[in-house]
Structures are given as structure tokens and as C-alpha cells.
């Protein structure tokens, strides 16, 4: 660990801090003996993947543990306070004027009763600071210096009427109100699209500089790490693995998990790959859909419009990746391709079939051609069935005898990279990881010509991320398939992806090349969102 | 993410086996159906016949221990008879409900779009009629009778029904392993019944079992007011003939109350047993 | 918030004709001769006020004829004549409207007044024995018949304690006025308005308390800790302020009960309302008052639906974000 604290500039020192986990769990320590110190005017990362200890060492310092996680051990020392032998009383006393907290969701970290003003008031009234009227000339001040736009306007308006990067600033300013000397942030981008993310994080790292603030923050994305970590401190299975700062940590890690976890970070700079070119598996053209919401009696819909005439080919054999952030329309254009949805106008062909035109019996046969992965490695798998029903299904319903399904299905749980016996359990019994493994496994037992994975690796933590990508890669070369990759991560679809489709607002802006998009964007969208990720090496200006 | 596939379905009888509640409410329905199946043995005659003198007091004489009513009519063997009309009713009418609400919200959340809005439509008209009064002109127009009861309380329960059927059809309908299914070429039919209908089973279970609860209430109400089959011993009508004597003969009307209430009480704890044991996401809320 | 109300006023309208709609065919339910079942057992005798019913009713016409000329009868508020009770229906309705109104009323608002109450008590000390205790007596209340629940108040408070009147509406012949009436109005009210709020009570106190327990758990109450508010402040403002609005919405959905709830209520009591109206016309098979009380105490229900609907766009500001 850490030398001997410096008593001038440390605002913080956790030491052997230990958090016990309710009985009957797989282990009995969320957080077994971590030491830190936080030091005025610097950034420590705590990262590691679901389950570390990382949160809980946030919430500890805030005295927010859930009822169930109950300090086993170890000090908190602010000053010459020890926050974890305080009372109640005292804690609210700390909180907020001491230490604050912004948090992962800023939509439901927000009152949505209460105008944002309102909210951000409170954190006077809260330690009975300041009249009303004194409070609501601070707030506007805060408003103004997390970069609220209309600030006069902002501070009257309630939680649903911002946007989410306005509803994080808003969680700053709130946290700033009091000036307190140390700053706790949980993950505080990682429900933000990626340009958010930037400014969000360009935001705290100002602030933090102007105010000298000591910062704990808790993030599971290495680029997020290195783009705004001063000290980072590795945590796994509630113990720290590795500390010490940014560039040692990042650029020479001494433990073997560190190595993986940084090499398991897909990079920004797309291998070389031939793009095959010739026959075409899937074409698309004119796709359109609007989606038309509300309406009725006197009322105006509202009219999303998910696909603008939508166009790309995917070859034979290739990888096109399909990007873009929340709301651009990519994952509705999935299931367009996959007629889980019916276009407006426009048509997808599957090879020589139009699939737009297909109804019923010849719909449902055509489909065991085109095969989809899901996002959601728990609600893709029906909780009451066994895996081996749900990969043999697919091929039983379209004819295949029970018998040669099910022993299909055994060589599939082993092509996926899980043992036999998985076929006799329920999906509840498996990991993220192995549910997606599942999933692959089903789409892929029904022997389609092209894979849609839809954000397929996106809900896994990055060492699995790495591996179920891999077999993806290994599975569509071994068995000779295209795939349609929707992902919003650059990172990962530079390292999968032949072409990228770059959408935004329905439409696609830009397609080409993953090695031309990278090194050469011509949309000023693809530019800003390829400058937004995070940890990249910046761009020669 | 609630693990609630069939290794839990084990877990859930256990679990229903633990709630205090859930026990004594399935006690006590026990003995009401006992009531039901024994009556005819034990009370072989008529409910209605004069056995004592009228108002003869509860505990005091050994054939008649609940005592007698205003006509002398023994009121011990008027529970044991009103037992069946209200679980007959209770059972039965909530059957019909569900005939009449499940198919309805399967259809509306499965087909969405206008026949949705239709259907909702139709169902928000029935909700907001006043429930008891339509029951009341219902069974005055169709003439007091077991079945005009049934048909009264089923055509005034169904609603929250369907809401709750089409609810969980539409959330289903949007699951991904429901998208998986579709995709996989399996049928729509298929697909309900593999995918969507065993994951709606247990939210249906649970109202149910609130729902014959609420139609004895319903059944007893109206058969206090006189709408009961005029053939059939009930427990409301017990309350109803009791009601004008209440200052000389508190019995009359007391027992056949408490029998309600404790019917009812026994539904509704098991109704919550059942729920605690079949979602266990709520049970946590709880 | 003018363009809303005049939105559910005119879809209120619309569901008030297809009420009217159903009770055209609720009287083609009925056995018989509609002109007889209209003019019910008393007119039925009586030749020329049945002719009178089938010339206005154009019961001799085809169908749709005659349920243009019903549904036009009574959107003139013509709800017919009590044959029985020699009054014109609206009359007799109107007469006993105010005494329905005040009862339930006075039951919906004690009984979501104690019911929040409650509910908010046992969700903040959950687990505990007050928690228990609430509980367990509104699932007793919940399971509790009406009918009866009124005939053992009673019991215990007319007869044998003698602290309340045991019914009607103020003490005949008594002669008070102004003040004094009211307070013997009052007085009367006591028993019948508790009684009928029981239920919902029971109703509001489950639906708060589970509602709070989940609000919570959500994330804005986490940030009102991490400001340092205390824990009243927190319980008050974020939580229960969240956890009323399925309170509110569920109010909504309950009036049609509590209207249904006052038949039995004013019958118990005597209370001069309509639901004791609708209890005489029951008696009297008198199916023309009968129908026509269903109709206005449906309309009483979605006036109700219409309030709460007000109230909840008051209370959540993201309803308009929505539409």
C-alpha cells in the first residue's frame, strides 16, 4: 500500500476497511482490508469488475451501505474524526458538507416531484445553512457553474425536461454546493452516451482542479480511467490487487490480473483485415420507420423516426458493425432486419428472398436462416426452461426430429465452450458470460447463413467481454458466417468488425472501412464521436 | 432478476408452507369447505325448519348451540348450509371472470394497436360503473337466483382481469427470450403457450384467490339485500333477516358475520401466502 | 390544464351515453314487455301511463329507433316517472343527492386521511410490532363485511354505549336550525361515514405502506441522504410525496366502490340517499328508479375519476411530458 499518509494534503485515509456480507453468500467480505488515501487535489480510480468491493468502498465513506452489508472493521479518518465509529447524527453532519456523492443513474438519483432548484437548495437547508433567498442565489451560481444552459430557467424545471448529461451537471452542482473537501463519484458516465460522458468528465476534472477537491472515483472503464485518474488502485474480489498511479499502473502493471484486465481492453486501432467483398448475405434498402406515440383525441403523437432510408449490403463472410448512441436507431434497424418489427417502407433481402415480403408459414420457415444474439444475458433465456430445450427448440420447430435436435444441442454447448452437463440446467444457474454463450448457442443450432448480435457483448464485464468476442470472431470464421454488429462501443467494434455503419437520429452518416473510419472520419459526427472516447491517444490536431 | 425457474417452483411450496398467514388462512378454508360437504349429514333437514322456539340464546341449550333466529330456525345449521352458496358462488363466478378476463387482455396485449385500444375501452367503461350497483340491477332484472348471481358478480370482476393479463402479456411480449422464440420460427401458438402463458400463471393465481374473497363479499351483500336465491340458506341473507331484531338478538346477525369475515380473511391471507411464495421480487418489497 | 379538463370532460361524456347505452339493453334483459318493466309492478297496471311509456320510449318501433329516442330522453335529463312514489325519477334522485354526497364524501376523505396515516407509519417502522399491528387490523377491516361491520357498530355504539344515533339523517321533529342542525347532522353522520370508510381505509393503508417500502429503495432517496436531510424531512418530501401517487390513482379506481358501498351503508342507517333510493326501488322492483339511480350514481363516479385525475396532474409534473 500506500507510504505513510501526508498529513498536510491527505483529506481522507481508509484504512483496513472491511465490510461483511450476510451469511450464506459466496463470500463473506464485500470488502476485505483496503487502505487508501485521498489527497487533496488528485483523483483516485478505484476500478475492477461487478462485484469487486468498488461501490461499497464509495458507499462506506458516505455511511450508505445497504442494511445487509455491515462494517466489520478498519477507520475512516477525516481530520481528527473517525467516520466509522460516528453515529447517525454525525454522519449527517458529514454528509453533503464534508463529503458528497453523485451517482451512476442521474435520472432516478433525481426527486422527479421536485423542480431541480429545489433539490439543490436543500443541500443548504439540509445543514440549516443560508436564508431562501440567499439559497436560491447560490443555486443559480452552481447552475451557471456546471455549465447549465439558461440556468435562471433550468433551476425551475423538473428532472424529466433534461437531458442526462444535464441532469449529471445538475447532480454536481448539488454536490458542490456546500464546498465540501472531498468528492465520492460511482460510475458517474457509465449510464451517459459517450459524448456526454467526454464533457462530464472534462467537467469533474476542472472543477476538481479550481476547487482542490480530493476525489474517490469508482469506474469499470479502464479509457475512463486513464483519461482522468490521477492515482488508480485495482480492487477484485474485495481485495486491492495493485496501486499506484495512472501512468504506473496503466503503463507498467506488476500484477497478472491488472495485465489481463488492460489487455482484455479492446484498442482503438482496427486490426488489418481484407473485406471480403462479392456475394451479398444480407441487402438493405430504403428502410424506413417512424415510430408514433400518444395521440388520440385532440392530442398531438409524438413521431420517433428509428430508420431514415436506411441502406447497407452485408458480404458473405463479413463483419459490419453498426454504431452509434441511444436513440440513433440502431437496435430498431436489428429488428428490422429481423422482421421483429415491420419497416414502414423498404425491404431487406436475405440473399435472393425478400423478407419484407413474406408472411406467415414462409416467414417462419425463412428464419431459421437469419439468427439473433441478445443483449440481456438474463432476460434472453426463459427462466423455465432447460438450456437444452431452448437451443434444441429452434431446430424442432422447424422439423428436425427430437432426438438429432437434442444431440445437436450437446455439440453446440461444447462449440460455445461449456460442458455437457449444462444441457439438464435452468438458465438461473449460470453466469452472464455462459448465459451468452447459451445464447449464441441457439441462434447458431437452427446453422443460419448471418448472425445479428444486438449490443451482445455489452452487458459484460471487460475479461468476459474479451472472450465471448473472441468466439464470436472464431465461430463466424470456422463457420463461414456474416454478422451484423450493433454496438455502441467504438472500442469493440474496431476490434470486430470489417465495415462500420455510423448512425445517428435513424440515419446512417457514415460507412466504411473500419481501418478508413478510424484513421480518416469524414462526417463531423464520426469525428466527435470518435474524439469522445475515452483513453484514446488524442488526435493530432 | 428473479430466478424463478422450476428450482425455485420446489422452493415456492415451501415457502408458502413458512407464512404464518398463508397456514392459518388455509385452516380455516379447510373447515369451510368441511362445512360445506358435511352439512347435508349432519343437518340433514331443511335450514329453513322451525326447530326451537324463536330467540333462544347462543350456548344455552345443547341442540341448538348457536341458538335459534326470530323464527326459530337453528342458526348453526343455517352456517353449515350458507357455506356452499358462498363457495359455490365465490368459486364459480371468479371462474367465469377469468373466462371472460383472461382471453380478453391476452388478446388486447398481444395484438395491441386498435384492438388494444378497443378492449381497454370497453374494460375502462366497466370499471367505472359502480361494481355493486350493477350488480344489484343486474340480478333485480334477471330475478334472484344462484346463476343470475354468478353471472351479476362475474360480469362486474372481470376488468381487473384483463389489465392484468394484457399488462403481462406486453411486458412478455417485449421479453427477449419471447423475440428469441419468434425468431427461432417457433409458432405464435407455441410461443404462448411455451413462453408467455406459464410466466403469466402465478400474478393470475394470486388475484384469483383475492378475487373469490371479494365475490363472497359481493355474494353476501347481495344476498343481505335480499337478491340471494330465495331456495338457498346464504350467510348475508342470515344478517339480512337478522337485521330488524339486532336490539333483542345480537346472535342472529353476529355469527353469520363472523363466518364471512373469517371466509373472506382466510382467501385474502392465502392470496397473500401465494404471492409471497410465486413472486418473490415483491415478496422482498414487502 | 383548461384543454385536460376539457378533454375528460367530453371523454366522461362519452362513457356516461354508453352507460345509458347498456341500460337500454339492461331493461331488453329483463323478462317481458318493456313497457311493463319500465313502468314497473305498480304502473304496470295502470293502462295509459303504459301506453304513455310506449309512445315516448317509441317502444313500438324497430330498435335502433328506440334506443335513439331513450338515450335522447335522458340526455334531456328526463329520467323517466316513479310510478310507485308518484315523482318524476330526477326529482326523487335529486332530492337525496346531497345526503350520498356528504356521506361519501365525509367516508373518503377520513378514510384516506387515516389510511395515509397509517400506511406511512407502518411503512417507516416496518418489520415492528406497530407495523404488525396495522397491518393485521386493516386486513381484518378488508375482510370485513359492510353490512355487518354497520350492524355491530350498531350494537356497540347506539345500543349499548348510546353515544351515537343509530339512523337517519338529523333528529326529526328536533327543529334545530343553522348551527345546531348541523352538528345533529354531524352527529348522525358519525356512524354511517366511519363504517363505510373502514374499507378503504384498509383499502389506502396496504396500498401506502407498500408503496412507500418501495419508494424507499429508489435512488433519489439515497441522494436526499447523501445531502445530509433528516430522516423526517427525507420520509416527508421524497418518500411519501413519490409513494402517494399510486394512492392517488388507485383512489381513482375505488370510487366506483364506494359509491356501490353506500347502497348498503344508507340501508343499514337509513340515511336518505340515493343508494337507500336504489334499496326502496329494489324492494318495489321499481326498475325505471332503479335504472336511473345506476345512472347518476355512475355519473358521481366519473365526476370522482375527473377529480382525482385533476389532482394526480397536480402532483406529478411529468404527466404533460407524456401526452
Known amino acids: 500500500m500506500d507510504a505513510a499518509p501526508d498529513a498536510r494534503r491527505t483529506a481522507v485515509a481508509v484504512r483496513d476497511l472491511r465490510l461483511a456480507l450476510p451469511e450464506g453468500g459466496d463470500r463473506a467480505y464485500a470488502v476485505d482490508g483496503v487502505s487508501f488515501d485521498l489527497v487533496a487535489g488528485e483523483i483516485l480510480c478505484l476500478v475492477g469488475e461487478s462485484g469487486s468491493g468498488k461501490s461499497m468502498c464509495a458507499h462506506a465513506l458516505m455511511g450508505l451501505l445497504p442494511k445487509a ?14 467516520l466509522a465509529a460516528q453515529d447517525e447524527a454525525g454522519w449527517r453532519d458529514t454528509r453533503g458538507r464534508r463529503i458528497a456523492m453523485i451517482f451512476q443513474e442521474p435520472m432516478t438519483a433525481l426527486n422527479p416531484l421536485m423542480r431541480i432548484g429545489d433539490q439543490m437548495a436543500e443541500m443548504f437547508e439540509a445543514h440549516g445553512l443560508l436564508t431562501p433567498r440567499a439559497r436560491r442565489a447560490r443555486v443559480l451560481a452552481l447552475a451557471e457553474e456546471v455549465g447549465l444552459p439558461e440556468p435562471g430557467r433550468i433551476v425551475r424545471a423538473y428532472p424529466h425536461q433534461l437531458s442526462g448529461g444535464q441532469r449529471q451537471r445538475a447532480m454536481i452542482a448539488m454536490a458542490l454546493a456546500l464546498e465540501p473537501a472531498i468528492l465520492v463519484a460511482d460510475e458517474p458516465t457509465t449510464a451517459l452516451d459517450v459524448t456526454t460522458q467526454a464533457q462530464i468528465l472534462g467537467l469533474i476534472r476542472a472543477l476538481q482542479a479550481r476547487r482542490n477537491m480530493a476525489v474517490l472515483f469508482i469506474t469499470h472503464d479502464f479509457g475512463v480511467v486513464a483519461e482522468i485518474a490521477d492515482r488508480v488502485m485495482v480492487l477484485r474480489h474485495g481485495r486491492v490487487v495493485e496501486a499506484g498511479t495512472a501512468a504506473a499502473v496503466l503503463g507498467r502493471p506488476q500484477a497478472a490480473y491488472t495485465k489481463a484486465l488492460l489487455a482484455a481492453v479492446p484498442s482503438m486501432d482496427p486490426p488489418p483485415r481484407t473485406p471480403p467483398g462479392g456475394l451479398k448475405a444480407v441487402e438493405v434498402a430504403g428502410l424506413e420507420k417512424t415510430y408514433v406515440t400518444g395521440g388520440g383525441w385532440w392530442r398531438k403523437p409524438r413521431r420517433v ?82 438450456v437444452g430445450r431452448i437451443i434444441a427448440d429452434g431446430p424442432m420447430a422447424h422439423g428436425v426430429a427430437e432426438a438429432e435436435a437434442m444431440a445437436r444441442a450437446r455439440r453446440l454447448v461444447d462449440l460455445v465452450g461449456l460442458d455437457a452437463g449444462a444441457l439438464d440446467r435452468f438458465p438461473h444457474e449460470f453466469s452472464g458470460g455462459q448465459r451468452q454463450r447459451i445464447g449464441i448457442a441457439r441462434a447458431l443450432a437452427l446453422e443460419p447463413e448471418v448472425l445479428v448480435a444486438d449490443e451482445a457483448v455489452s452487458a459484460l464485464d471487460v475479461s468476459v467481454q474479451a472472450q465471448v468476442l473472441a468466439l464470436l470472431e472464431d465461430l463466424k470464421q470456422r463457420l463461414g458466417l456474416s454478422m451484423l454488429f450493433i454496438t455502441h462501443d467504438l472500442r469493440v467494434a474496431a476490434q470486430i468488425c470489417d465495415r462500420i455503419a455510423v448512425m445517428r437520429r435513424g440515419e446512417i452518416v457514415e460507412l466504411k472501412s473500419a481501418a478508413g473510419l478510424f484513421a480518416d472520419p469524414e462526417h463531423p459526427y464520426t469525428r466527435a464521436l470518435l474524439d469522445a472516447v475515452p483513453g484514446r491517444p488524442r488526435r493530432a490536431a | 432478476m428473479s430466478p424463478a425457474g422450476p428450482a425455485r417452483r420446489r422452493g415456492a411450496l415451501a415457502a408458502f408452507g413458512r407464512h404464518p398467514g398463508a397456514v392459518a388462512g388455509s385452516a380455516i378454508l379447510v373447515a369451510v369447505v368441511a362445512a360445506a360437504l358435511l352439512a347435508p349429514l349432519l343437518y340433514p333437514a331443511s335450514p329453513w325448519r322451525m326447530v326451537q322456539r324463536p330467540f333462544v340464546p347462543p350456548f344455552t341449550l345443547e341442540r341448538v348451540p348457536l341458538g335459534t333466529d326470530a323464527l326459530g330456525r337453528d342458526i348453526a345449521a343455517g352456517l353449515m348450509h350458507g357455506a356452499s352458496v358462498s363457495l359455490v358462488v365465490g368459486l364459480v363466478s371468479t371462474l367465469a371472470a377469468l373466462v371472460i378476463g383472461v382471453p380478453l387482455g391476452a388478446l388486447a396485449g398481444y395484438l395491441g394497436g386498435r384492438v388494444d385500444d378497443a378492449l ?82 402465478s400474478p393470475i393465481v394470486v388475484l384469483a384467490s383475492l378475487m373469490v374473497a371479494t365475490a363472497i363479499l359481493l355474494e353476501s351483500s347481495l344476498s343481505f339485500l335480499g337478491l340471494g336465491d330465495p331456495n338457498r340458506m346464504s350467510w348475508g341473507f342470515m344478517v339480512g333477516a337478522g337485521r330488524t331484531v339486532i336490539r333483542q338478538a345480537w346472535w342472529i346477525t353476529a355469527f353469520p358475520g363472523v363466518v364471512i369475515l373469517l371466509t373472506v380473511l382466510a382467501l385474502n391471507l392465502i392470496g397473500e401466502g401465494l404471492n409471497d411464495a410465486l413472486n418473490p421480487r415483491l415478496a422482498r418489497e414487502r | 390544464m383548461g384543454l385536460f379538463i376539457a378533454r375528460r370532460i367530453g371523454k366522461g361524456v362519452v362513457v356516461l351515453l354508453a352507460i345509458v347505452v347498456l341500460n337500454f339493453f339492461l331493461i331488453r334483459l329483463a323478462p317481458g314487455d318493456p313497457a311493463l318493466v319500465m313502468a314497473g309492478e305498480a304502473g304496470a297496471a295502470d293502462e295509459v301511463f303504459v301506453a304513455q311509456l310506449r309512445e315516448k320510449f317509441a317502444l313500438d318501433q324497430p330498435l335502433p329507433r328506440q334506443l335513439a329516442s331513450y338515450v335522447r330522453n335522458i340526455v334531456g335529463l328526463d329520467l323517466g316517472y316513479s310510478v310507485r312514489q308518484q315523482m318524476p325519477v ?160 388507485l383512489a381513482g379506481l375505488q370510487a366506483g366502490t364506494l359509491v356501490g358501498g353506500a347502497v348498503l351503508t344508507e340501508t343499514v342507517f337509513a340515511w336518505p340517499g340515493i343508494g337507500r333510493l336504489m334499496y326502496e326501488a329494489l324492494l318495489q322492483r321499481d326498475y325505471n328508479l332503479l335504472l336511473g339511480v345506476f345512472v347518476v350514481s355512475s355519473g358521481m363516479v366519473l365526476v370522482f375519476n375527473l377529480v382525482t385525475d385533476v389532482v394526480y396532474r397536480v402532483v406529478d409534473p411529468r404527466i404533460e411530458a407524456a401526452r
Open chain 1, 69 to 82: 452489508v455491515r462494517p466489520a472493521g478498519g477507520t475512516i479518518r477525516l481530520g481528527d474524526l473517525d
Open chain 1, 305 to 386: 423516426e428509428a430508420a431514415r432510408d436506411v441502406a447497407f449490403a452485408l458480404h458473405r463472410g463479413e463483419t459490419l458493425g453498426l454504431v452509434g448512441e441511444s436513440g440513433s436507431g440502431k437496435s430498431s434497424v436489428a429488428r428490422l432486419v429481423m422482421r421483429l418489427i415491420e419497416p414502414d417502407r423498404g425491404t431487406v433481402r436475405l440473399g435472393d428472398t425478400d423478407l419484407t415480403r413474406l408472411r406467415g408459414e414462409a416467414l417462419r420457415r425463412a428464419r431459421s436462416r437469419i439468427q439473433m444474439v441478445f443483449q440481456d444475458p438474463f432476460a434472453s433465456l426463459n427462466p423455465r426452461r432447460k
Open chain 2, 120 to 201: 381497454m375501452r370497453f374494460t375502462e367503461l366497466f370499471q367505472t360503473v359502480p361494481s355493486f350497483a350493477l350488480a344489484i340491477v343486474l340480478v333485480a332484472i334477471l330475478q334472484p337466483s344462484l346463476s343470475s348471481m354468478i353471472l351479476a358478480i362475474a360480469l362486474v370482476s372481470w376488468p381487473p382481469v384483463t389489465r392484468l393479463v394484457r399488462g403481462e402479456v406486453l411486458s412478455l411480449r417485449s421479453r427477449e427470450y419471447v423475440q428469441a422464440a419468434i425468431v427461432t420460427g417457433q409458432t405464435t401458438f407455441t410461443i404462448l403457450r411455451r413462453e408467455v402463458l406459464p410466466n403469466t400463471l
Open chain 3, 90 to 249: 330526477a326529482t326523487l334522485i335529486g332530492d337525496r343527492l346531497p345526503a350520498t354526497l356528504l356521506l361519501t364524501g365525509t367516508a373518503f376523505l377520513i378514510s384516506l386521511a387515516l389510511g395515509v396515516l397509517f400506511g406511512a407509519l407502518a411503512a417507516r417502522r416496518a418489520g415492528s410490532l406497530a407495523d404488525t399491528a396495522i397491518t393485521g387490523v386493516a386486513l381484518l377491516f378488508y375482510a370485513t363485511p359492510l353490512f355487518w361491520v354497520s350492524l355491530m357498530a350498531i350494537i356497540v355504539f347506539s345500543v349499548r354505549l348510546d353515544w351515537l344515533p343509530s339512523f337517519g339523517f338529523e333528529t326529526v321533529g328536533a327543529g334545530y336550525a343553522g348551527l345546531a342542525r348541523a352538528a345533529d347532522i354531524a352527529h348522525h353522520l358519525v356512524l354511517p361515514a366511519m363504517t363505510l370508510g373502514l374499507f378503504f381505509m384498509a383499502v389506502y393503508v396496504r396500498m401506502t405502506r407498500a408503496s412507500m417500502l418501495e419508494v424507499m429503495g429508489l435512488d433519489f432517496v439515497k441522494t436526499a441522504r447523501a445531502k445530509g436531510l433528516a430522516e423526517g424531512v427525507i420520509q416527508r418530501r421524497h418518500v411519501l410525496r413519490n409513494a402517494l401517487l399510486p394512492v392517488v390513482t
